[in-house]
């Protein structure tokens, strides 16, 4: 079974960068799909941040795309996010999933990781 | 961008008890919808994509309907695993893609 795990700091102090990675687990990331990053801010709903495909096309979400970055990382079978110049506003539940390429759904998620900004 | 909403927030029903939960499009979606199961500490599960095929794995008691603007995910006889949070996902026009905040189906 696809097992997706989230890793990274769990506190990011106001305006520096949140960085996250996603392992990939009993599945390449080359062999296909897209990899993408939800987030879930405390009491709301989830957000979408954006998805890759293996070979670098890439489509972020247009509200954050100015201050993210994913990217993806073959040889070790992972995919990360980078989203900058946080605020307390950025606090949420990150996920990691597998996209469908043409059915654009989510068929294996990552648990999740509370990230907190605050100094 | 298009606003999904879900009703109700909370479900409070026994076991046995059926399920029926709406999910509605700011704008219609076609049959571009998903539904997700997430439950304390773990993964979400996808269960239900173009509105009513049931994702592999999914047993038959849970049901997509809809199209447009109007969808309905219905379980027909709660187990007790099936006692979690369950939200929907249009794709049909994106970036970006959205999601409906949750209902949460309880026991009562």
């Known amino acids: 079974q696809v097992q997706l795990q989230e890793s990274g700091p769990g506190l990011v102090k106001p305006s520096e960068t949140l960085s996250l990675t996603c392992t990939v687990s009993?599945?390449?990331?080359?062999?296909?799909?897209?990899w993408a990053w939800m987030r879930q801010p405390p009491g709301k709903g989830l957000e979408w941040i954006g998805s890759?495909?293996?070979?670098?096309?890439?489509d972020y979400n247009p509200s954050l795309e100015s201050r993210v970055t994913i990217s993806v990382d073959t040889s070790k079978n992972q995919f990360s996010l980078r989203l900058r110049s946080v605020t307390a506003a950025d606090t949420a539940v990150y996920y990691c999933?597998?996209?469908?390429?043409?059915?654009?759904?989510?068929?294996?998620w990552g648990q999740g990781t509370l990230v907190t900004v605050s100094s | 961008e298009i606003v999904m909403t879900q009703s109700p927030a909370t479900l409070s029903l026994s076991p046995g008890e059926r399920a029926t939960l709406s999910c509605r499009a700011s704008?219609?979606?076609?049959?571009?919808l998903a539904w997700y199961q997430r439950k304390p500490g773990q993964a979400p599960r996808l269960l239900v994509f173009?509105?009513?095929t049931r994702a592999t794995g999914v047993p038959a008691r849970f049901s997509g309907s809809g199209s447009g603007t109007d969808f309905t995910l219905t379980i027909s006889s709660l187990q007790s695993e099936d006692f979690a949070v369950y939200f929907c996902?249009?794709?049909?026009?994106?970036?970006?893609?959205?999601f409906g905040p949750g209902t949460k189906v309880d026991i009562k």
């Open positions: 999933a597998r996209r469908w390429e043409i059915v654009v759904v989510h068929d294996y």
């Open positions: 009993n599945f390449s990331i080359s062999s296909g799909y897209y």
């Open positions: 890759t495909y293996h070979s670098g096309n890439i």
């Open positions: 704008q219609s979606v076609s049959k571009n």
């Open positions: 173009g509105a009513s």
């Open positions: 996902q249009q794709y049909d026009n994106w970036p970006p893609i959205t």
